[in-house]
């Protein structure tokens, strides 16, 4: 099992940056890709960022792609959000998912692992 805790999120204006962490415990000697996902009240989950367990190839959606980047500290277990440029329509929860699967997983199904959320609040 993997065990995911994230901190990092709270209130900001609009243009600004936060970073989120995600550390992550647990059977973490296998190969492990890890995503960022966000909901906001009323809506779906939806996929944010994702980096794979063995090349670290990144992947974004749309919505974020220039302003927000994934990474990753592999002696410290943890994976990290940077968000730049923050947008009122970014507000919603956040949450770090990872599983030990190839490749980067783009879907909420494709993850059996999760943190319990971070609350991000974009002020206009």
């Known amino acids: 099992q993997l065990q995911l805790v994230e901190s990092g999120g709270g209130l900001v204006q609009a243009g600004g940056s936060l970073i989120l962490s995600c550390v992550v415990s647990?059977?973490?000697?296998?190969?492990?890709?890890s995503g960022w996902f966000r909901q906001a009240p009323g809506k779906e989950r939806e996929f944010v960022a994702t980096?794979?367990?063995?090349?670290?190839?990144?992947y974004y959606a749309d919505s974020v792609k220039g302003r927000f980047t994934i990474s990753r500290d592999n002696a410290k277990n943890t994976v990290y959000l940077q968000m730049n440029s923050l947008k009122p329509e970014d507000t919603a929860v956040y949450y770090c998912?990872?599983?030990?699967?190839?490749?980067?997983?783009?879907?909420?199904?494709?993850?059996?692992?999760w943190g319990q959320g971070t609350q991000v609040t974009v002020s206009s």
């Open positions: 980096i794979s367990c063995n090349t670290d190839t990144t």
């Open positions: 998912a990872a599983d030990w699967v190839l490749g980067t997983p783009l879907t909420p199904q494709q993850y059996h692992h």
């Open positions: 647990g059977r973490t000697g296998r190969c492990i890709a």
